[in-house]
């Protein structure tokens, strides 16, 4: 469980094919004795689990695993070394909740539509998948790439909006994004079970927690 509160951006050093997967390397600014084996980090939304770490030159390197589920549901398929990532760390007890409960589960891609400047802060538009599309409410939560963000407005036509402020823009990698790039979206949880409660199909998506 998480929060949508990004802690670290961190690097993917390596990005290399094994038996079918997708094995990351990814350095980060955690200390080592921080990360311990079979830890789970969120990644710009998608919880992984680690498999392998050491030290590096601003604090940790660890390794994480993507099989082929995850790569066809995420934008972990475009990852290659060089690509900055958003990290969070898992939730613990007595934590503070500052951001809302995310799960680290993608429920669809979305694309980015327009980045248009306001004042000092930038408003997104962003294009989710069709079957997602009316779980995004005006003044809900909804994870982007794994940042936890309140929707500024949902669009008759299906897209929705977000504005970012200055502090959220420099210490995640939203800024790093341009008009046709792609995003992982996580709904609200709430509006998950809302659905179910009111018998209407709620999303699955795939348990990309690998």
């Not at 990814?26 to 498999?51: F, K, N, R």
């Not at 690509?83 to 969070?88: I, Q």
Request: aromatic share 6%; net charge negative.
């Amino acid at each position: 469980m998480f929060t949508g509160l990004v802690t670290d951006v961190g690097t993917v050093r390596k990005a290399e094919p094994r038996n079918g997967l997708i094995r990351f390397e990814v350095e980060s600014g955690y200390p080592l004795e921080d990360i311990a084996m079979g830890a789970s980090v969120m990644h710009s939304g998608v919880c992984l689990t680690v498999v392998d770490m050491g030290q590096a030159e601003r604090g940790a390197w660890f390794a994480v695993e993507a099989v082929p589920e995850t790569l066809s549901k995420t934008v972990l398929g475009e990852w290659k070394a060089g690509s900055r990532v958003n990290l969070e760390q898992s939730l613990k007890l007595g934590d503070e909740l500052g951001g809302h409960f995310v799960f680290g589960h993608v429920d669809g891609v979305g694309e980015v539509v327009s980045i248009e400047p306001e004042g000092q802060s930038w408003r997104l538009t962003i294009r989710p998948p069709a079957e997602i599309a009316r779980y995004f409410a005006t003044k809900g939560s909804a994870s982007i790439n794994g940042v936890s963000l309140t929707v500024a407005a949902a669009l008759p036509n299906g897209d929705f909006q977000i504005a970012i402020i200055p502090h959220t823009w420099e210490v995640t990698t939203l800024s790093d994004l341009t008009p046709g790039a792609h995003v992982n979206l996580e709904i609200d949880m709430l509006a998950r079970y809302v659905a179910r409660m009111i018998g209407a199909d709620a999303p699955e998506g795939p348990s990309t927690h690998v």
